[in-house]
């Protein structure tokens, strides 16, 4: 099942991390996460993230702390 969240950031991901976050990141206890889409929202630093799976607190996990990304969430809606 589909899980749809809007995400807006402290700073706007580069492609690299936008790559990482799509394929899948180790967020830890030896989770890594399956294959989401990333897509950019309307706004500055505004995505939406698909995902297919719903670990704890799983997104907030990717964005932060993964894979040495250090974005802040400044804003997480579950939309779907």
Known sequence: VDKEYFV???EALDDEDIK???EGVYIEDGLI???ALLK???G???YLLII???KFHQVKRMFY???MLYYQLL???HII
Do not use: Q
Request: a negative charge; hydrophobic letters at 20%; charged letters at 45%.
């Open 8 to 10: 807006r950031s402290d």
């Open 20 to 22: 990482k976050l799509t």
């Open 33 to 35: 996460t399956k294959e």
């Open 40 to 42: 950019k929202a309307e």
């Open 44 to 46: 500055e630093n505004e």
């Open 52 to 54: 297919r799976e719903g």
């Open 65 to 67: 702390g993964c894979w």
């Open 75 to 77: 804003c997480l809606f």
